[in-house]
C-alpha cells in the first residue's frame, strides 16, 4: 500500500506526517463542533444551535438569558471536557509508545491512582483546606507516583515491561489505600470523595479552564516535538540507540509530559477512564501509527469522547445526571475486552 507523506521541517522541528491527517483532523474539528453546540444546548433551558453560535459571538439573540446560562453554565462545563479529553488522549498515546504495549493507559499503570490518591486523601483527612489545594495536590500525586515507577523499574536502564508491571503493582496499593480512606471517613467528606473518584465535569467554571490551559500550552507543544523520539523508542532501545536517540532522556521527558497531563485532567475533573485507551487505538486506525500525525488525531478523539460522553450523560436517563467518567467506564470496559480478546488471537 502507498502511503503518502507531509514532511515540515526546520532548524529545531521536524514532522513527517501521513497526508490524511490534515484531512482527519478537519473531519474531527468539524464534528467536535457539532458535538459541543448540542452538549452546550441541551438541559432543563435547551437554546437553538443558531442562537448558541450567535451568543459565542457576541450577536443579539434577542433573550438575555442566553449569554448567562451559555457563557456562565454550559460553555465552560464543554470547554473543560474537551480539553480534558485531550491531555488524556496524550498521555495514553505516549504511555502506550514508551511501553510499547498498545494496552498501557495512565488509569492502568498507576498515573491517575496516585493522583486520585492524594485528592481523596485531601478530602477526607482534610476537608478544610483551600480550593486550589485540591488540584495542586492530585497533580504532584501524578508526578510522584511516575517518578516512583520509573525509579523502581530502573536496572541499569528503564524497563517498559518492568514499568508496566510496577504501574500495576503501585496502583493495586494506591487503590487500597483509597479504599480504607473511604471506609474510614467521615460520611460527608467520603461523599464528596466518590464524586471525585466517579470523574465528573458538572459545574465546571472559566476558573478550571483557565487553570487547566496553561498545562495544555506548555505540555502539548511538548509532546508535538518529541513525537519523533517517541517513534524511534516504539522500534526498541537498541533500534532507537542507533539512530542518535538519548534514549533514558528522551523517556524520561515523555513520561513527565504524559504525567503531567495526566495528572492536570485528573485534578480538573476527577477519574475519568479509559480515555486515553480508546482515543490512541481509534487513531492508528484512521491515521497510522507515526506519532507525529497520531498524537493530535488522538487528542481530538479524545476530546470529543468526553465531549459526547458528558452529552450522553445528560440526556440517557434526565433530569438526573451521569458523570461522564461513569459513561466512558461502561463504553471502555468492553472495548478493552475486546482489545484483550483481538491481542490473544494474534
Known amino acids: 500500500m502507498k502511503v503518502d507523506w507531509l514532511v515540515i521541517r526546520s532548524q529545531t522541528i521536524s514532522f513527517r506526517i501521513d497526508q490524511r491527517v490534515p484531512f482527519m483532523l478537519l473531519c474531527l474539528a468539524a464534528v467536535i463542533g457539532v458535538a ?5 444546548g441541551r438541559g432543563e433551558y435547551p437554546i437553538a444551535p443558531l442562537d448558541i453560535v450567535k451568543t459565542i459571538l457576541g450577536l443579539d439573540t434577542g ?10 453554565l454550559r460553555l465552560p462545563r464543554t470547554l473543560v471536557a474537551f480539553m480534558v479529553g485531550v491531555a488524556l488522549a496524550i498521555s495514553g498515546t505516549i504511555f502506550q509508545g514508551i511501553t510499547r504495549n498498545p494496552l498501557a493507559d495512565p488509569a492502568f499503570i498507576g498515573i491517575n491512582s496516585g493522583a486520585n490518591l492524594v485528592a481523596v486523601t485531601i478530602i477526607v483527612l482534610f476537608p478544610s483546606a483551600p480550593i486550589f489545594a485540591l488540584p495542586l495536590s492530585a497533580f504532584a500525586g501524578a508526578l510522584l ?9 530502573w536496572n541499569n536502564g528503564s524497563s517498559p515491561l518492568l514499568f508496566i508491571l510496577m504501574g500495576v503493582g ?7 489505600f483509597i479504599s480504607l480512606l473511604i471506609t474510614f471517613g467521615e460520611i460527608s467528606n467520603v461523599s464528596d470523595a466518590l464524586v471525585w473518584l466517579a470523574g465528573s465535569v458538572y459545574g465546571r467554571t472559566w476558573e478550571q479552564v483557565f487553570s487547566l490551559l496553561p498545562w495544555l500550552i506548555v505540555f ?5 516535538i518529541l513525537a519523533r523520539h517517541l517513534n524511534a523508542l516504539n522500534l526498541g ?6 539512530l542518535g536517540t538519548r534514549v533514558e532522556w528522551q523517556r524520561g521527558l515523555l513520561v513527565l509530559v504524559g504525567a ?4 492536570a485532567s485528573v485534578a480538573t475533573a476527577g477519574n475519568i477512564r479509559f480515555v486515553g485507551l480508546i482515543a490512541p487505538h481509534i487513531g492508528r486506525q484512521l491515521v497510522g501509527p507515526n506519532h507525529e500525525g497520531l498524537i493530535p488525531t488522538a487528542a481530538l478523539l479524545g476530546g470529543m469522547i468526553v465531549v459526547m460522553a458528558d452529552l450522553l450523560g445528560r440526556i440517557l436517563f434526565a433530569p438526573i445526571e451521569i458523570p461522564c467518567g461513569v459513561v466512558t467506564a461502561a463504553i471502555g470496559a468492553p472495548y478493552f475486552l475486546y482489545l484483550l480478546i483481538r491481542n490473544r488471537k494474534k
Do not use: C, Q, R
Open 36 to 40: 459541543m453546540v448540542m452538549n452546550v
Open 63 to 72: 433573550n438575555p438569558d442566553h449569554a448567562f446560562v451559555i457563557n456562565t
Open 145 to 153: 507516583m511516575a517518578a516512583l515507577i520509573y525509579w523502581l523499574a
Open 170 to 176: 503501585l496502583s493495586e496499593i494506591a487503590v487500597a
Open 220 to 224: 502539548v507543544p511538548m509532546a508535538l
Open 237 to 242: 532501545d537498541d533500534v532507537a540507540k542507533g
Open 260 to 263: 503531567a497531563l495526566a495528572g
